[in-house]
Structures are given as C-alpha cells and as structure tokens.
C-alpha cells in the first residue's frame, strides 16, 4: 500500500511539476482547475482501473493519430464526441483486426482517456462512475479461481484481447469456463445499460465459430456473421502496424522518424 501511494505521489508531482501554465499548483489564478490537474486526475483513476501509463502517455501533446480503420469509423469518432450518451445507453464497441500490433489497446486507451477528460469537469463528474481494463488473461484468471473480485462491473469496462486467453491443456474445461463467465458478464451489462469495449484478433464471425455461436446473441453477432444491434457496433482496425507500440514491446529500442518514414523494419 505504501507503494502505491508513493507512487501517487510522484504521479501528480511529474504531471503538475511539468506544466508551465500553473507552475505546480494545479489551479489558474481565477481559482479555476488547470488542465494539468485534470490530467493527473484522468491518469489516476484509469492507471488504478489497470490502464497502462505508459500507454497514455501517447496522448500527451496531442500526437495521437486514430489507426486506419477498415469499417466502423464513424461509431469511433461518435464514442468521442457524445461519451456522456454513450454512458446513458450502455453504447459498446467490438474493436477487431486479425493482425496484432494495430492499435487497438492503444484505441482502448485513448476512447476512455477522451471520455475522462469530459468527465472530469465539474459538472459531469460522478464518484459513483468507474472504470475498469481486464485482458482477457486477467478475465480468465479471476473466473478460473473464483475470485470475488467484480470489477468488470464498473461503469466502464474495456475487456482487451478476447478470444487470446491461454487455450492450452484442458480445451473443453476451459472454454466452458471462459463462455459461462462471458455470458454472464455481458448479461450483466446489458440489463445495466453499461457500456462496453471490447478488442479481439478474431472477426465476429471467427469469434462465433470459436465459442459455438454461445455469446452471439449478447455480442449481436448476426447469422451472417456481421456484428451490431441494439447495443454493440464493429470496428475493424487494418492498415500498417502501429510502430509506437513496437518500440515498447521490441529490442528495437526508439525508431527513428527516418525509419519510421521508409517503413522498412521488418
Ligand atoms: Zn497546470
């Protein structure tokens, strides 16, 4: 606990530290709340609800360029623009590509990180809104063990990475462990009108085939394998790989603009 609150600590005081419009204090000289401290109070809540920092950070400086989005750009920019109406109806989105590195956890990110930055003025701020960021593999693990933790009922969920749980071992066990605990988290959600995002590797119709046609119906995945209904609506990511996300994860270490202009890392 005292780690944690440490790093707190140190969270506020390298945001606030940083900005040159307030100098640290967090407030304008009108007694208005600088930009800076609702960053730190955005970043707070999301980092506490598993969100990675690091991938926030790509946010900062207004560098975030959307990814190339084969369909279902529209539903992005509208999450954007109306999150306070998208919390109303319980809105959800079914993020996608087959191809790993495109950006989607990082989309994730950003679509709460924008939703946050409205939710934290004063007169849209709720304590009771939360929030919450499970990989599939923390998904799995707290069903698995019969964890008592319900974080996936917070007002906000991001469920990243399905359909990527381990699958090794005991196949029949294990996916009648992931698609009772599914069903019943999406259940959950649906009657509470809350609103859910979720990514995948899979298309919804390979998603179906995966998991028996057992959650299309929640995940309003139609007989012709094409996503939406009521509640959820597709997103399919495509385009080139997301180099951002290669220099966190690789040996590549920082690639240069140059590199990253002739696209030749391979
Ligand atoms: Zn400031």
Excluded at 100 to 119: I, P, Q, V, W
Excluded at 131 to 160: A, P, Q
Excluded at 211 to 236: P, T
Aim: hydrophobic share 35%; glycine share 8%; proline share 2%.
């Amino acid at each position: 606990m005292v780690t944690v609150s440490c790093e707190r600590m140190s969270l506020k005081s390298e945001i606030l530290g940083s900005c040159n419009i307030c100098k640290g204090s967090g407030y304008l000289p009108d007694s208005s709340v600088c930009s800076c401290l609702l960053k730190f109070r955005s970043y707070n809540r999301l980092i506490n609800a598993g969100f990675f920092r690091s991938t926030l950070d790509l946010f900062s400086g207004d560098k975030y360029v959307l990814p190339i989005m084969e369909s279902g750009e529209s539903f992005i920019k509208y999450f954007v623009k109306n999150p306070s109406y998208v919390e109303e109806k319980g809105l959800s989105l079914y993020i996608w590509s087959r191809d790993r590195g495109r950006g989607k956890t990082t989309l994730e990110h950003y679509l709460m990180y924008n939703a946050l930055s409205l939710f934290s003025n004063i007169d849209l701020y709720a304590s009771s809104r939360t929030y919450c960021f499970h990989h599939i593999s923390t998904f799995y693990e707290i069903f698995r063990k019969g964890l008592s933790n319900e974080d996936w009922k917070s007002t906000w969920y991001v469920l990243d990475d399905l359909g990527n749980e381990d699958r090794a071992g005991d196949l029949d066990w294990k996916k009648e462990v992931m698609v009772s605990s599914l069903q019943r988290v999406l259940h959950y959600r649906r009657d509470k009108k809350l609103p859910t995002i979720i990514s995948s590797n899979y298309s919804p119709s390979d998603l179906s085939i995966l998991y028996s046609g057992e959650l299309d119906s929640l995940l309003e995945i139609k007989f012709d394998g094409n996503l939406g209904g009521l509640l959820f609506r597709e997103v399919h990511v495509d385009g080139e790989e997301d180099l951002r996300l290669m220099e966190e994860e690789s040996a590549w270490g920082i690639v240069s603009e140059e590199e990253k202009d002739g696209n030749n890392i391979s």
